[in-house]
């Protein structure tokens, strides 16, 4: 018997979970998928045998995805925040997020086809908008305020003044 992590985020998904950790496992580093469990009998938003729930873990942090049905959807009141080093892996998981049926929000968030939300956050933006120069970091966070995609020549520009 395995035995399971003390704390895992149980992510819901209408019927796609094995698919959404299949590709989290494909597209971030320290992520794979564990055991896919089938349902020992019918529930209300599935049959006996189907995927109910699979075991995953995201960049090290373990989560379970349940099948549970259309009834709750994801919002952005929880996220993946995945800090980046420059601009090549922001623009690799951003367009991987994206360009996998995802869609664009606001100051380096995105959804990806599934509902989940994330932050794909370059290391430099978050030292640029806790800089101890009050100034500095308010161009950096006005010029963060602006993007979708986070753009760090821009960040590091509004940080210089």
């Excluded at 951003?94 to 290391?123: F, H, Y």
């Amino acid at each position: 018997m395995t035995i399971p992590a003390k704390n895992t985020v149980c992510l819901w998904y209408d019927d796609c979970a094995e698919e959404a950790a299949r590709f989290y496992a494909d597209t971030f580093p320290d992520s794979f998928v564990g055991a896919v469990h089938h349902a020992p009998g019918d529930f209300p938003s599935g049959k006996k045998g189907d995927v109910l729930t699979v075991e995953f873990t995201v960049m090290g942090i373990p989560c379970i995805g349940l099948n549970g049905g259309p009834v709750f959807t994801h919002s952005e009141a929880f996220s993946f925040q995945v800090a980046t080093t420059d601009q090549a892996e922001t623009d690799h998981y951003w367009n991987a997020i994206v360009g996998n049926g995802g869609q664009e929000s606001e100051c380096g968030w995105c959804k990806d086809k599934w509902g989940l939300s994330w932050q794909i956050t370059p290391i430099v933006l978050i030292n640029a908008i806790t800089h101890p120069d009050p100034a500095a970091a308010k161009r950096a966070f006005d010029a963060m305020m602006q993007m979708r995609k986070i753009d760090i020549a821009t960040i590091e520009a509004a940080l210089r003044g």
